[in-house]
């Protein structure tokens, strides 16, 4: 079993940054992807960024350029660095995790994007 736990989300300004950190309560070497999805109120849950274990990165087009996803596996954390904030990023913001055989979701962290 694994539980994730999300933080670093926020209010900020257009234009602003923030770095969001999701901490694994087990080991993240042996998982197959790891991702930061999220969720805007009346919306899907949608990808923002995912990452393989062998390093293969994937960012949905809304933030590419913007936005970047990183791990530390010695730390068992995925990082979500986000540049260039704007009014539609605003979202709860989820990581994931995912094993071979199982797949794992942290409680999510609000990111509010406003002036």
């Known amino acids: 079993q694994v539980q994730l736990v999300e933080s670093g989300g926020g209010l900020v300004q257009p234009g602003g940054s923030l770095r969001l950190s999701c901490a694994a309560s087990?080991?993240?070497?042996?998982?197959?992807?790891m991702g930061w999805y999220r969720q805007a109120p009346g919306k899907q849950r949608e990808l923002v960024a995912t990452?393989?274990?062998?390093?293969?990165?994937n960012y949905a087009g809304s933030v590419k350029g913007r936005f970047t996803i990183s791990r530390d596996n010695a730390k068992n954390t995925v990082y979500l660095q986000m540049n260039s904030l704007k009014l539609g990023d605003t979202a709860v913001y989820y990581c994931?995790?995912?094993?071979?055989?199982?797949?794992?979701w942290g409680q999510g962290t609000q990111v509010t994007v406003s002036s």
């Open positions: 994931n995790v995912r094993f071979p055989l199982s797949d794992y």
């Open positions: 990452i393989t274990r062998s390093g293969m990165i």
């Open positions: 087990g080991s993240i070497s042996r998982s197959l992807v």
